[in-house]
């Protein structure tokens, strides 16, 4: 690593874009900073954070330094210590290089909390407030990107997942020693502080560039990848966009509707079996379940027009319904409870289970016709339609079909072979962007980062109605497809359930999980159903039916769609040894006399605190040291301090902002948390204003 008065020059690699100038080397940024805490003026390192009361922790004032910064031309590498210094060294890189420069910073919404008072941004773009995707530095001609939004992987993965030829030093940088910029680096930690850059390097010269060729091409997030080689498929095909056209819908009530009917995928635990210890658990994945629909189902092809549907007896098989529903005197049939709470209005007398309906007097509700006539099936009740459109079922575009059908074979074919490791985690990677592409949120409040602050500017009706006709002419992908997609993905879940309701201990998106005297038939009788399907639709749409039972390299068919049994251990007769759950995101389980958990906000690591099972219950605390779990303070107006590093070097902070990570604990409790809004999040949409 060189420092950065080292500055060499290097080949310039000029190209145009839209009359714009940019340079097509690769660049990449990366800080290392020291979190630490001042509580009735004096200074402690992070870890004592642990150890204060509350009210100690409200006192606190949190204080973030940068202590070394590194900037890498290609695989060249140059490092300062002080933003004083990064701004020179930038001024010198501008001079040479004045084209447009792209830099990716793996993670830039950490980045970013610490450049903005050191430099000037504008077209700053982000997904919510602090979550910066792009943002371009005024005075430098830079545009910064975010690597981790480019990739979805964590940098300590991104390595081994694309098999580069540098990895993140992991665990070789103690992060609760106090550093400041006069603090001696080792040449262990200054390794360190180089391969964050080189990694963002090799991934970007050996993954990205040579299939884009120019950097201002390479897409923005993970899903622009899949997205971006179905748009150039399509780009020309007009009977495609025509097909995509007439299914898009314009009319804002329309829109609204579509809005509150969308739900993600289905989490929850039985409530009979949660908080139990429970012996032989089995558990089925299904097979890639939303591109199962996406190819074998049909979905609205027109846009939805009124009509006056009073009763389920009305509904058409030929049509896909948009319901206004009010329900009355509604209690469930099962012990499976699956109408979310979130998703219902003007609910009068409701008993719950985790955030989902057990019984009420009424709720009002906006559905498909797929969740419509499965709720019937689950509870008893009244209802009343008071509104209802329809439009045509059909199957999706047979270009998209095949776009789908075809990751699929070339992720099953790529599996597992020597010499394709990077060719399958690129299809594996387009391949499980193909339902987040369909449901891609491009009507929501703008986010804007205006005078150090962070604001939210709702949408106008003009707005929306702009946006959607937008949509309309650009012909690419209906969001009533992704509406329709999740709900047959639940109704194929949620009526294995229904067959197995005492039996089943919990349920997550595509998988489910049984105590023992379950009727396997029943996962069987399914699994026919999926074949005939499948067999009937490849027949009709003239599609080969191998693309839906692709051979691995074993010369083994994946048939798309299949409940598969789950067990990584040939010896062992079930999934899990033991199981217990304490609500949606949160179980464990032994396998060979090895705990595992998933709970969502705790790292697998977590594990290690239970020494068994049954101490997984309400009122666990996944400590820190489980867990190296953070928690992050947003630093603004920062004031300058003095502050003296673990070698005794005294030195004015003179950082404006940052970020102070401290220690943090996790309580497992069964209260409702954040599940179900992060599984929707991709289609918080805004919603059009209506007398």
Request: charge should be neutral; include cysteine; proline fraction near 2%.
């Amino acid at each position: 690593m060189h420092h950065y008065k080292e500055f060499t020059p290097f080949e310039l690699k000029p190209y145009k874009h839209k009359k714009v100038g940019y340079d097509n080397n690769i660049y990449s940024f990366d800080i290392e900073t020291t979190s630490y805490f001042e509580l009735d003026g004096v200074i402690y390192n992070n870890l004592k954070y642990e150890d204060l009361t509350e009210k100690e922790k409200q006192r606190a004032i949190m204080h973030s330094t940068m202590y070394i910064w590194m900037f890498s031309i290609n695989d060249r590498v140059y490092y300062g210590r002080t933003w004083e210094e990064f701004k020179e060294f930038l001024t010198m890189l501008n001079e040479y290089a004045p084209n447009k420069k792209i830099v990716y910073i793996h993670n830039f919404a950490f980045e970013f909390q610490y450049l903005y008072t050191v430099i000037e941004f504008r077209d700053v773009f982000a997904r919510a407030s602090h979550k910066v995707i792009k943002a371009t530095a005024l005075e430098y001609n830079i545009e910064f990107r975010c690597s981790l939004y480019l990739t979805n992987v964590a940098l300590e993965k991104l390595s081994t997942t694309y098999n580069l030829p540098v990895e993140k030093q992991v665990g070789k940088l103690e992060y609760s020693i106090l550093r400041n910029y006069k603090t001696t680096l080792t040449e262990e930690e200054l390794l360190y502080c180089k391969n964050d850059c080189l990694v963002i390097y090799y991934y970007i010269s050996m993954i990205e560039l040579p299939k884009y060729k120019r950097t201002c091409d390479i897409p923005l997030t993970s899903t622009g990848h899949v997205r971006k080689e179905l748009k150039t498929l399509t780009r020309y095909d007009y009977q495609y966009k025509n097909k995509v056209r007439r299914s898009i819908n314009t009319d804002p009530h329309i829109y609204n509707l579509l809005v509150m009917a969308f739900q993600g995928g289905y989490t929850h635990s039985n409530f009979i079996n949660t908080g139990y210890i429970l012996d032989n658990v089995d558990s089925y994945d299904e097979t890639s379940a939303y591109p199962y629909v996406m190819t074998t189902y049909k979905f609205p092809a027109t846009k939805f027009s009124e009509c006056k549907v009073k009763s389920v007896d009305d509904l058409i098989p030929k049509f896909a319904y948009l319901l206004v529903v009010k329900f009355t005197n509604v209690e469930s049939k099962y012990f499976n409870h699956i109408i979310s709470k979130s998703k219902c209005a003007n609910i009068l007398g409701g008993v719950y289970d985790n955030g989902r309906i057990i019984k009420a007097k009424e709720f009002t509700m906006v559905l498909t016709d797929v969740d419509f006539k499965l709720y019937l099936k689950c509870y008893k009740c009244n209802y009343e339609i008071l509104e209802s459109y329809y439009s045509l079922y059909q199957y999706l575009p047979i270009k998209f079909i095949h776009f789908i059908l075809n990751k699929y074979v070339k992720k099953t074919e790529f599996k597992g072979v020597e010499g394709k490791e990077l060719e399958y985690q690129l299809e594996k990677g387009m391949f499980n962007s193909l339902y987040g592409m369909s449901v891609t949120n491009n009507i929501k409040s703008d986010i804007v980062f205006v005078s150090d602050t962070w604001e939210e500017v709702p949408l106008t009706n003009e707005e929306i109605e702009e946006k959607l006709k937008k949509e309309e002419k650009d012909a690419f992908l209906s969001f009533s497809y992704g509406c329709w997609v999740t709900a047959y993905a639940r109704k194929n879940l949620i009526e294995r359930a229904i067959d197995l309701d005492p039996y089943v201990v919990y349920m997550d998106t595509d998988s489910i999980k049984l105590i023992q005297g379950y009727d396997k038939k029943v996962i069987e009788d399914y699994n026919k159903t999926v074949i005939k399907k499948i067999e009937n639709v490849s027949k009709l749409l003239k599609i080969d039916i191998n693309k839906y039972k692709p051979k691995d390299k074993k010369g083994k068919e994946h048939l798309i769609g299949l409940f598969e049994f789950e067990n990584d251990d040939p010896e062992s007769k079930y999934t899990y040894d033991r199981f217990i759950t304490q609500g949606a995101k949160k179980y464990a389980y032994e396998k060979n006399n090895k705990i595992h958990i998933t709970v969502s906000g705790v790292p697998k690591k977590g594990s290690t605190r239970l020494k068994d099972l049954s101490e997984f219950k309400d009122g666990l605390i996944f400590k820190f040291q489980d867990t190296n779990k953070l928690l992050l303070f947003y630093v603004d107006n920062q004031e300058n301090h003095l502050m003296t590093d673990y070698q005794g070097n005294t030195v004015i902070i003179k950082d404006k902002s940052g970020c102070a990570l401290m220690p943090n604990n996790y309580t497992l409790g069964k209260a409702l948390d954040y599940v179900e809004l992060l599984s929707d999040l991709s289609s918080a949409r805004a919603i059009y204003k209506e007398d």
